[in-house]
């Protein structure tokens, strides 16, 4: 494995291995971009074949940290860390407070929060050894309710720019995924007069959304059935060759990181006259909730709620900027996102005294 040429490819700044011998962690931080500020991003847990495929996806998220926050107008630079074990099983304490001590030795440049494998009450006991920790029970909690929230406007913006109306009543949203996340958007669609078909490969968790007002569609049905919007809220990569074909949707706007298995296939739903909302645009209401801690003045629900509101106009400037550039609009999003860390760099070669 070439580690430094992954680093220098995707372009970033600092990996740390750790390994703690009395709790058996084992754990990649990775540190991509900080030109904005610390670098923000979540903790996550999952038991990885391998070392190589733990750090594929660290570098990969941490990357698209940087994005996400540059893109929602945030202070903080883009970051992220695994751990290899099984959230099933393997969560302890000890495992947690030695987290915490490996993030505090980098002195604040990364700041962690909740992701998948990881909860609330794990950000509680990192927090007793750092500071260096957002997403607290008692500040501002599950960011799913903000990602909800986000995901909703994009899905308002998405519609605005494809059909000329924000308005949602009587359109068809197909929902994958009926976690947090995408029970929250089912709320929000349901409120708006939409019809709404979910799926998800727990039954428990599809009974509690058809017991909502949804309807239920089997895993394997649901990117072929009949609808207006397709949102992803599972799983990353799912848009590919074998799924694009089948959508019968004019939208896609969901939660789930990494919707598309490669830069290609934006083109490809493009070709088919599909619009795709980015997702780290899309999903950017949860970081927009953790971030709100860090601000003067402390974290305010309704601030959070006001800025995750905006995903809207920032998603409306991307589709514009898309058409006028000749670009697809996961395109257009990625320069959105440089443009404000390329100003950000402009400003720093300025001499400030102290």
């Known amino acids: 494995m070439e580690l430094f040429q992954d680093m220098v490819n995707q372009e970033h700044e600092q990996v740390v291995f750790c390994h703690d011998k009395v709790s058996g962690l084992k754990t990649i931080i990775a540190i991509h971009d900080t030109t904005l500020g610390p670098a923000l991003g979540g903790l996550r847990i999952w038991p990885y074949a391998s070392e190589e495929e733990a750090l594929f996806d660290v570098l990969r998220l941490s990357r698209g940290m940087t994005y996400k926050n540059a893109a929602m107008g945030l202070n903080l630079g883009g970051g992220k860390a695994v751990i290899i074990a099984d959230p099933k099983k393997d969560k302890t304490e000890e495992l947690f407070r ?40 008692e500040t501002s909690g599950d960011p799913s309710i903000n990602t909800g929230y986000g995901v909703f406007r994009g899905i308002q913006a998405a519609a605005m720019h494809k059909f000329g109306s924000s308005d949602l009543a009587g359109k068809t949203v197909a929902i994958q995924g009926a976690g947090k996340v995408g029970t929250y958007l089912l709320s929000h669609l349901l409120e708006a007069g939409a019809n709404v078909l979910i799926t998800d490969i727990f039954p428990e968790r599809v009974e509690a959304a058809v017991k909502m007002g949804a309807k239920a569609v089997e895993p394997g049905e649901i990117f072929r059935v009949e609808c207006d919007i397709f949102a992803p809220c599972a799983l990353g990569g799912i848009l590919n060759d074998e799924s694009i074909p089948q959508l019968k949707a004019k939208i896609v706007a969901g939660s789930a990181n990494n919707q598309l298995l490669e830069p290609r296939h934006g083109k490809a739903l493009a070709e088919r006259g599909i619009l795709y909302a980015p997702d780290f645009i899309v999903n950017g209401g949860g970081v927009i909730n953790v971030a709100q801690e860090f601000e003067p003045g402390g974290y305010s629900p309704e601030k959070a709620r006001a800025k995750a509101g905006k995903i809207y106009d920032i998603l409306l400037h991307i589709f514009a900027l898309a058409e006028e550039k000749g670009i697809e609009p996961h395109e257009a999003a990625d320069l959105y996102a440089e443009e404000r860390i390329r100003k950000a760099l402009e400003q720093k070669r300025l001499y400030l005294p102290c």
């Not at 006991?125 to 920790?133: A, E, L």
């Open 98 to 137: 030695a987290f915490g001590q490996f993030v505090h030795t980098l002195g604040g440049r990364y700041i962690t929060a909740e992701d998948v494998g990881s909860s609330l009450e794990d950000m509680s006991i990192i927090r007793s050894v750092t500071p260096y920790v957002g997403g607290l029970p």
